[in-house]
């Protein structure tokens, strides 16, 4: 592994380490919307990393970055798994919904 590869992983490191309570944050903003906070959580922290792996500096601030990263990652993570969360007072029945619908790229209804 040559130096630039082992100090760029390194830097990724760090925003990585820097920004874990973003991912946490916006992870939690799509909480409300049905999924389980583990399965956010993870998913924001691939973004992240993935966000500071390919960071370019002089394009923008890393935290604007990372956020539009771990938004569109938790989008597709949302339009690719329907969750049927439990019914509320029976914890071992699944409730029933629809899918979305997409039109034209954009979730209908």
Not at 2 to 9: A, E, L, V, W
Request: proline residues 6%; contains cysteine; hydrophobic residues 40%.
């Amino acid at each position: 592994m040559n130096q630039n590869h082992t100090q760029s992983q390194e830097a990724a490191r760090r925003l990585f380490l820097e920004n874990m309570r973003l991912a946490f944050r916006i992870a939690g903003d799509f909480l409300q919307r049905g999924y389980d906070l583990d399965d956010l959580k993870q998913e924001a922290l691939i973004a992240l990393w993935d966000a500071a792996r390919w960071f370019k500096p002089d394009i923008r601030p890393f935290n604007i970055w990372a956020g539009l990263c771990i938004r569109k990652r938790l989008r597709r993570h949302m339009q690719r798994r329907v969750q049927k969360p439990l019914i509320q007072g029976h914890p071992g029945r699944l409730a029933s919904i629809p899918a979305p619908r997409v039109c034209r790229g954009l979730m209908v209804g």
